[in-house]
């Protein structure tokens, strides 16, 4: 076991055994904040303040991209279907939705309101009936007033103002405050992902996230000065970031670097996630790409749609020279909240049906038991189950 996990473990442990009152040494450990007495969850009034700060303005910014989002997911809702089997049983599935979520909000350089969007809507537009948001809370033991305006705008039932694994086995497990939740959404650091990994299995995640990554796949046909601006645009989320440049372009590589050297000095971003890779051709770009599975791919060629057909493994794939990663960042429609560090080779994107459960549906009749019940007869006779035969032969001797 490495620090990392160990640490976690003995979070999780301390919030099973404490509840509340772990939470708030907790936060005071690692978030330096302390909590007020019954104040983990957000009053209605602090919530209220924050609406009026946010104004007016922000609340149409919010409700606007929210219905474009709402309309992508909605568009990805999957439908109930019934048929006939061979022997003429109705079989099919239906989904529901998962009855209640926790959110994950990190509060790290930014205040991640775009996150809210990108988890509450497809969870709404899932059905879910029961929203909890955890976000860390600032020095002074209050959350950032544009998070909480949000989320409230946006149908959570309510917010709490804890951060790190202990939010995650607060949700897990249930705590005074925190009611338990079937499932878990949401990026965080390391300790977050680990505490997610640990609890699997008792409450539900979405997928392991870890630090923001994009690929740009690019040829001499793309503008040096927009590729520069895309790298640095993900580089700015996390000093662990990864931003990664593909082309069979030397030429392009220089220009990008000058490129970057002068956007960074003018803007004072960090470079030291960016890095180069020269390709010997198109077909080594797609095979790099596959075996690193990225978050987000940008690709700037001649042809995007072409190299885009022989992409396996992506989280996200942003086809031309328009298409910056901003802009699903932030309001394009699918959900920002990808699968990183290589996951996305088995990981898909959160979207409305993270938040939907599908249940096997079958019916049979006395006329299809009938012309079932020999083959299925056969089989439990073959692996010994003879309770499984008579139940079967019961059907037709009654």
Not at 7 to 30: H, N, W
Not at 152 to 178: E, F, N, P, Y
Not at 288 to 307: C, K, W, Y
Request: charged share 20%; aromatic share 6%.
């Amino acid at each position: 076991m490495n620090a990392v996990e160990k640490i976690v473990s003995e979070i999780i442990e301390k919030v099973r055994r404490q509840g509340d009152r772990a939470l708030v040494s907790l936060s005071m450990k690692y978030d330096h904040v302390r909590l007020p007495r019954g104040g983990i969850r957000v009053p209605r009034s602090e919530i209220a303040s924050a609406v009026q700060c946010a104004g007016i303005d922000f609340a149409r910014l919010i409700r606007t991209v929210a219905r474009n989002i709402a309309a992508y997911h909605r568009a990805q809702l999957p439908r109930d279907r019934a048929f006939k089997n061979m022997h003429g049983a109705r079989v099919g599935w239906r989904y529901v939705p998962v009855e209640r979520v926790g959110v994950y909000l990190p509060a790290g350089k930014a205040p991640l309101v775009s996150t809210a969007l990108m988890t509450i809507v497809p969870a709404k537009v899932a059905g879910v009936c029961d929203i909890t948001v955890a976000s860390p809370p600032q020095r002074d033991g209050r959350i950032n007033p544009f998070v909480l305006a949000a989320c409230h705008l946006l149908g959570a039932d309510r917010i709490v103002r804890v951060g790190g694994a202990q939010a995650i086995a607060a949700m897990a497990l249930g705590t005074k405050s925190i009611p338990r939740v079937d499932l878990i959404v949401g990026p965080g650091n390391v300790y977050v992902t680990e505490a997610k990994r640990q609890l699997y299995g008792r409450v539900g995640i979405d997928m392991t996230a870890g630090p923001s990554e994009v690929a740009i796949v690019a040829d001499e046909s793309a503008p040096p000065g927009l590729v520069a601006a895309d790298l640095l645009s993900q580089a700015e989320h996390d000093r662990l970031s990864v931003a990664i440049l593909f082309t069979t372009s030397a030429r392009l590589i220089r220009r990008v670097k000058e490129e970057i050297t002068k956007q960074s000095r003018q803007s004072n971003e960090s470079v030291s996630g960016v890095r180069y890779v020269k390709c010997k051709n198109i077909g080594d770009a797609a095979e790099s790409i596959n075996r690193m599975a990225p978050e987000h791919l940008q690709i700037m060629t001649v042809d995007p749609g072409a190299f885009a057909a022989r992409v396996r493994n992506a989280g996200a794939i942003f086809a031309g020279s328009f298409s910056a990663t901003a802009f699903g960042d932030y309001v394009a429609g699918p959900s920002h909240v990808l699968p990183t560090g290589g996951t996305a080779r088995f990981f898909s994107a959160l979207s409305v049906e993270t938040f939907l459960k599908r249940i096997s549906c079958i019916r049979y009749n006395r006329n299809s038991a009938a012309k079932a019940i020999p083959l299925a007869e056969k089989l439990a006779q073959i692996e010994g189950l003879q309770a499984h035969a008579r139940a079967l032969r019961l059907r037709v001797e009654r």
